[in-house]
């Protein structure tokens, strides 16, 4: 598989402090340096992503630690998830269906937002995916995502439709949090993604697996950022 380009942030090189030198009663006495202050992360300018082919969250398990990306299929672009804006535009508006079988999303006829399991031209094909991790890494070929916190002006729901129009969900924030669903490595899948109202959302994610053989590894919470209508 060709390199990815990818936008994550690195601390400057940390600068040592000389060791500090004191003479009492003709000893010289030598203080150990100072650790060295902490650098925090330069901030990035988040990139707007608001059409085209993106999975969001992808999974890696690298070097034994989790990596929760953006991957931009379109330009090939990883991106850490706090320098990414997941927009769904006024373009995804639309109402809750009168089918009874979606009234997860609300009262018929609602507004909602929705960006769509399927591809739609100038909206975010978005999706998530476990394809980086190899077949045989994790027992049961197995990893559980969960959603760990919403913080937004609406509920967020992820949905599944089948080919029979019958919808699956995934997540619902209205239900208590955390969630967490059992998700095949391996994997590229495409979801519905709904907001029952316009704004910005903030959505934690994490994920957690056993490495074969090994013991279970968790991540920490990773934070998402969804601009919904403007």
């Known amino acids: 598989r060709p390199v990815k380009e990818t936008t994550m942030n690195h601390p400057p090189p940390l600068r040592r402090r000389a060791a500090i030198g004191l003479t009492v009663g003709g000893l010289a006495l030598v203080a150990p340096a100072c650790p060295p202050p902490v650098n925090p992360p330069v901030p990035c300018t988040p990139t707007v992503l608001s059409e085209g082919h993106v999975d969001g969250p992808g999974f890696a398990y690298e070097d034994d630690a989790w990596n929760i990306h953006v991957h931009d299929e379109e330009a090939d672009v990883e991106y850490e998830p706090g320098c990414v804006v997941l927009a769904a535009p006024a373009a995804t508006e639309g109402t809750v269906p009168a089918d009874p079988a979606f009234s997860f999303l609300?009262?018929?006829?609602?507004?909602i937002w929705v960006l769509p399991q399927g591809h739609v031209?100038?909206?975010?094909?978005?999706?998530?995916?476990?394809?980086?991790?190899?077949?045989?890494?994790?027992?049961?070929?197995?990893?559980?995502?969960?959603?760990?916190?919403?913080?937004?002006?609406?509920?967020?729901?992820?949905?599944?439709?089948?080919?029979?129009?019958?919808?699956?969900?995934?997540?619902?924030?209205?239900?208590?949090?955390?969630?967490?669903?059992?998700?095949?490595?391996?994997?590229?899948?495409?979801?519905?993604?709904?907001?029952?109202?316009?704004?910005?959302?903030?959505?934690?994610?994490?994920?957690a697996g056993t490495p074969t053989g090994g013991s279970p590894v968790p991540s920490g919470a990773v934070e998402f950022t969804y601009e919904v209508g403007a």
């Open 106 to 111: 609300g009262t018929a006829g609602d507004p």
């Open 121 to 207: 031209e100038g909206l975010l094909h978005l999706g998530y995916a476990t394809e980086e991790i190899e077949s045989g890494a994790f027992e049961g070929d197995s990893v559980d995502w969960s959603l760990v916190d919403v913080d937004g002006p609406g509920e967020f729901v992820v949905y599944a439709v089948d080919g029979f129009g019958v919808p699956t969900v995934v997540f619902d924030s209205s239900a208590a949090l955390p969630q967490t669903v059992s998700i095949p490595t391996g994997a590229h899948v495409h979801v519905n993604w709904a907001f029952t109202a316009p704004g910005t959302y903030h959505v934690d994610y994490s994920v």
